[in-house]
């Protein structure tokens, strides 16, 4: 009987390589790794549009006199004709603008007097 007991005492080694259903399997994902072409050089959309203006604006610049500083009172007329060209501008930019809003104003305003002469009417606005 001493021999009996002295083999369930002793601890059974672990196995040295798990089970089937107990070993670790990579994940199975739909993953797919994605391979992308190597970068381009963007290009401006709005260069063409800059240098079309530039040219433009050269053009339509007066060249400097002479490659000296100029006066203080060289410098207030500059700024001034420089400020009435802007407002030209504004104003014919402006007189543009105000025409449009007349005109669907006065569209607005006709629909409108169509509608109530309708309901004056008794009948519907078309």
Known sequence: MAPASSQS???TPPPSKPAEEDRIVPVETAYTP?????PKKLVNP?????RAGASNASVAREP???SKKLTWSERQALAKK???EEE???EAASVTTATAVDVNRVGSV???AADRQA????GQAV
């Open 46 to 50: 709005f260069d063409s549009h800059q």
């Open 88 to 90: 030209a501008r504004f």
């Open 64 to 66: 400097p006199v002479s």
């Open 110 to 112: 006709a629909a409108a």
């Open 9 to 11: 005492a002793r601890p």
């Open 34 to 38: 994605v391979c992308l072409p190597a």
């Open 82 to 84: 420089q400020q009435a």
């Open 119 to 122: 309901c004056q009417r008794g």
